[in-house]
């Protein structure tokens, strides 16, 4: 309401630079302000970096670092110029491991990623559109499956079946963390059938097809999106914490959560084996939430005057 | 004798809740010849609004259910026309103008982009096309700089701009019928004249016909060239919009003439009407209006009021029509 001018025969709030003859479309008009938001920016290297690091670890190092190189009589050597992050437990160079660790992360992030968002968009929107018993029945289901606390039902699940791969682990973050966002799309699309421009759109003759795409998805997609962004920085979490408890990835797989768990005991001789992997890690999931942060923002089509 | 332009005859709707069924619109019967704007005038629960969303088809079923009547557009009948049918009829037949221009604009699309897919999407027409003839009705609606405009997220636009834009999206496929439901009750009052000269001005160059929506008589005097008043899901009153606000065959329409403020005189106190408006789960016995009337008897206790034609062309719901003074 604030920013409505008031005025009748006042002129429109600003103009909008455009390429002459050609209406903003609003993905237009998000690119733009992605591009102006330095969060944006930062969070793209980011994460750039990391799902670099996953897809070819190799070109992060140079032939004189080798990560299968070990030697046991270098177990455990500080930062050095030889060893950049120093060396760990085995003697092997403790930098190659950490960009190794890399790797993990994005798949389970990835796919856990994938999987919540394609979940919660068709039980989503299903149960808001739908209503009646579709929604009661996924509604009611999500509401039981949410109240099952994710650690405790990872652990238990993890330590059935005993230590999965980087697959089992993402699947299980899957299993417990479909819910929240499903219930958002819910929400979303209940929020957005009953609108005025719905309700307009119909008394035009619009087909409920094309409401649903033009009007309901569109205006509800943002928080989706946004909740997309946390859910995978979220995942990455979740694989980092289930290792370190023990229950998640075992040796001799590569990834910071183990990392973090070998280098507890350790921690008050050599805790750079700590830092360094928290600190990926925290850049990592660091990066998600400022990709939401800026997405958030950057989809509020309310905030454009200020771009 | 030939089909009127638009009929509403003896419409039924009711909606059913929890707490018992609601006859919102309750045998509501009028038509509508071209050029020409009737001003349906009632309280809020009149079922003034309820009416037009019936006739559009456009209400949520449950809770709301059409139970009887007939909408016919010419000899067409618009309630037990098929989905797909009555889809083509909105907007390019009859359209609807709404209260709040701000809601009901999609706020992520540009003014231009929700013009051009409705022009697209129904006319068939290029976008070059589109663009065009969309840069013509804004331009025919009273908005200056039409082209930047199009541009224009509906946040960016003032109530009187963006209710524009609504009446362009509302005459863009040139309707027979608009069904403007409180076109102006969200607007300054300033604005709200403007709109209401707007909307005159395109009856007259397109010959449409318009059912005007409105709790505000000063509103239905100004723009109707007749007036139906609403109380409790019927018309109490229908005639010449001039006639009825100098000489009201109804005791609710003298009421609530009663009630507007005379700038000439200097009074202690507006007379409102006493009572409060009805409540429909359970409706007064009678005449709705029995409770609140001055010139209530036993009989309005007692029998429904029909629709009597006091003179050629005035239609009253009172046993004692003669009697109301204004």
């Not at chain 1, 998640?248 to 750079?272: C, E, H, K, V």
């Not at chain 2, 009929?7 to 009028?30: C, I, K, M, P, W």
């Not at chain 2, 969309?134 to 025919?140: K, S, V």
Request: hydrophobic share 45%; charged share 20%; with cysteine.
């Amino acid at each position: 309401m604030s920013n409505r001018p008031t005025s009748d025969t006042e002129g429109a709030a600003d103009p909008l630079d455009t390429v002459e003859g050609q209406t903003v479309t609003l993905w237009s008009d998000v690119r733009r302000k992605l591009k102006r938001d330095r969060r944006f920016w930062i969070a793209a290297v980011l994460i750039a970096i990391f799902v670099g690091m996953a897809i070819a670890p190799q070109l992060f190092f140079t032939d004189s670092l080798d990560p299968s190189q070990c030697e046991l009589s270098d177990s455990a050597k500080g930062p050095s110029h030889a060893h950049w992050f120093g060396t760990d437990i085995l003697g092997c160079d403790y930098y190659t491991r950490v960009v190794y660790g890399a790797r993990t992360s994005i798949e389970v992030g990835f796919v856990v990623g994938t999987l919540i968002v394609t979940i919660a968009l068709s039980l989503g929107s299903a149960s808001g559109y739908f209503g009646g018993k579709t929604d009661m029945i996924i509604s009611r289901f999500a509401d039981v499956w949410f109240s099952v606390p994710t650690t405790l039902g990872a652990i238990l699940l993890l330590s059935l079946f005993g230590g999965g791969g980087t697959l089992a682990v993402a699947l299980v973050l899957v299993f417990f963390g479909w819910p929240d966002m499903t219930r958002l799309v819910r929400s979303t699309v209940i929020g957005g059938k009953h609108r005025g421009y719905v309700r307009a759109a119909k008394t035009m003759g619009s087909p409920s097809r094309t409401i649903m795409r033009r009007h309901v998805l569109p205006n509800g997609i943002a928080p989706v999106l946004v909740f997309a962004a946390y859910t995978i920085g979220g995942a990455v979490g979740g694989e980092a914490g289930l290792t370190f408890l023990g229950v998640g990835l075992r040796l001799p797989s590569i990834s910071w959560g183990l990392q973090i768990s070998i280098a507890q005991t350790r921690f008050t001789s050599d805790p750079y084996l700590l830092f360094f992997p928290s600190l990926f890690l925290s850049f990592l999931i660091g990066g998600f939430v400022l990709l939401g942060e800026s997405l958030r923002d950057a989809l509020d089509v309310k905030l454009i005057e200020d771009a | 004798m030939p089909e009127p332009l638009f009929t509403v005859e003896n419409l039924q709707v009711e909606f059913r809740t929890d707490d018992g069924v609601v006859h919102a619109v309750d045998g509501v019967s009028y038509t509508l010849e071209k050029s020409e704007v009737l001003a349906v005038l009632g309280e809020s629960g009149s079922g003034k609004t309820v009416h037009a969303r019936a006739a559009m088809r456009i209400l949520d079923t449950p809770p709301a259910f059409i139970t009887g009547g007939s909408v016919r557009l010419g000899d067409m009948e618009l309630l037990t026309l098929d989905e797909e049918d009555m889809r083509e009829v909105r907007g390019s037949q009859v359209a609807m103008l709404f209260q709040d221009p701000h809601t009901a604009l999609d706020p992520v699309y540009t003014v231009g982009e929700q013009l051009i897919e409705l022009l697209k999407a129904r006319r068939r027409v290029s976008k070059r096309e589109a663009t065009e003839v969309a840069t013509a009705l804004l331009g025919r609606v009273g908005i200056p700089t039409p082209r930047e405009r199009l541009k224009a997220y509906p946040h960016q636009l003032s109530g009187g701009i963006a209710q524009r834009v609504m009446v362009a999206m509302a005459v863009a496929l040139e309707p027979a019928v608009l069904l403007a439901d409180e076109p102006t009750s969200s607007l300054d009052v300033t604005v709200q004249a403007q709109v209401l000269e707007l909307l005159g001005s395109l009856v007259a160059e397109t010959q449409m016909a318009m059912v005007l929506i409105t709790h505000n008589l000063a509103v239905a005097v100004g723009l109707a060239d007749r007036i139906a008043v609403m109380y409790a899901g019927r018309i109490v009153e229908l005639g010449p919009a001039r006639e009825i606000y100098s000489d009201p065959k109804h005791p609710y329409t003298a009421a609530l003439l009663r009630s507007i403020p005379d700038i000439q005189i200097r009074e202690e106190r507006l007379p409102a009407i006493k009572g409060a408006p009805p409540n429909l789960l359970r409706p007064p016995t009678g005449c709705a209006f029995h409770p609140r009337c001055p010139l209530a008897d036993d009989r309005c206790k007692a029998e429904v009021p029909p629709e009597v034609e006091v003179r050629p062309g005035r239609w009253s719901a009172c046993f004692h029509a003669d009697e109301v003074t204004r």
